[in-house]
């Protein structure tokens, strides 16, 4: 976003929009730790282990009650790179797709370090915080695509038989760049997945969801969101596997009672266009935010993978505050979420003033460095 883009910022448009960011990055991981609990469970399994209604609270993984998986690891450090993108425009040595492949890397030494001690300075805030370094089932294409420095293009994709929704389901920050035009925000999106998920139906998946955060972000309805999306694909190889979910998604919402048999119909959420059409049916035809993630997590497939899709995208579409609010109190990282959020509201809309020659907040670069040498 340029400096005449955030000049026109008012302060209404600003509180809108950060709390459009909060509720899209703690609607993810509310929905990927209501998920986590069950995500080794087939829908018989769900309700002989929680009752017929299903999963319809946290259930305990990983030690306790709100725990999120890589998903909302990953987002963490999609957001942490996108800010770091905006704040390197300035020295001219601006390529967002690596310095998203940079905040990757990072994520990656999370995963099998002990823990932050030993960790450079300036790899900024996010990599110091001790709770990241836990792996948290983690696609193994996200693991191998990071497995080393060499950055995965849409030219020489990393692992280009992964057809999960790994890279997806991180990308919703994308979307949330509501400067950009969404050609933009999709083609982003769609070169960072390739970092690790190198099949066609997973990049752009990641691509789709992105353009469709990046419509409710700016208030679009879900219908106009998931109609650009279609729009964009259309001129892209290998789209119509991702085509054909979202419109059979559409088309579902006339088909009956929402349900786990309307979902099954979609796909069990494995691939990453079932796991993106399942997304856009329950956000659709929920009632509320609770009844969406409800359906979103109560099916045969990866519960946290699906839930953490539909919530990022109830999350854009109604704010923080239509959020659950027992839930949001026992979230794991709840206040990193909320103080990486911020700071990207913040860079978003105020960037110049926070990293200008005169500007006034000389700690954000410590946050956020501008060196090239960032990686352990």
């Known amino acids: 976003m340029s400096a005449a883009t955030t000049a026109v910022w008012g302060r209404a448009e600003q509180q809108d929009f950060r709390a459009r960011v909060r509720g899209a990055l703690l609607g993810g991981a509310v929905g990927d730790a209501l998920g986590a609990g069950v995500a080794a469970l087939t829908l018989d399994g769900i309700r002989a282990a929680h009752g017929p209604e299903g999963a319809t609270d946290f259930v305990p993984v990983h030690g306790r009650r709100g725990a999120v998986t890589a998903a909302t690891q990953l987002t963490l450090f999609t957001v942490d790179g996108l800010i770091r993108a905006q704040v390197r425009r300035d020295t001219g040595a601006w390529h967002p797709p690596t310095d998203l492949h940079r905040a990757y890397l990072r994520w990656a030494a999370t995963q099998s370090d002990w823990g932050p001690d030993e960790r450079r300075k300036d790899n900024g805030w996010l990599a ?17 695509g990071l497995a080393d420095e060499n ?18 389901v991180r990308s919703a920050p994308f979307g949330l760049l509501v400067g950009w035009e969404p050609q933009l925000v999709c083609q982003l999106a769609v070169e960072c997945a390739a970092q690790t998920h190198g099949h066609p139906t997973a990049y752009l998946a990641a691509g789709a969801f992105a353009v469709i955060v990046h419509g409710l972000a700016r208030g679009e309805t879900v219908d106009a969101s998931v ?62 935010i609770r009844h969406g993630l409800r359906l979103a997590v109560n099916h045969d497939g990866p519960s946290q993978t699906t839930g953490a899709l539909t919530g990022a995208l109830l999350g854009a579409l109604h704010g923080e505050t239509a959020l659950p609010p027992a839930w949001l ?16 509201a913040m860079e978003m809309t105020q960037g110049p003033a926070l990293h200008s020659p005169t500007a006034t907040a000389p700690g954000w670069l410590q946050r956020y460095p501008r060196g090239a040498a960032e990686l352990t």
């Open 128 to 144: 110091r915080e001790e709770w990241l370094y836990s792996r948290r089932d983690p696609s193994r294409a996200s693991v191998t």
């Open 151 to 168: 950055m995965g293009t849409l030219a020489a994709p990393k692992n280009p038989t992964a057809r999960d929704a790994g890279a997806a």
């Open 227 to 288: 109609q650009r999306a279609l729009a964009l694909l259309a001129a892209r190889p290998g789209h119509q596997p991702v085509t054909d979910g979202l419109k059979e998604a559409l088309g579902a919402v006339r088909q009956g009672i929402p349900g786990p048999t309307r979902i099954a119909a979609l796909g069990e959420g494995h691939n990453a266009e079932d796991a993106l059409a399942i997304a856009v049916y329950c956000v659709l035809v929920g009632e509320d």
């Open 329 to 344: 109190c026992e979230l794991e990282g709840r206040s990193t979420l909320l103080e990486i959020a911020d700071d990207f």
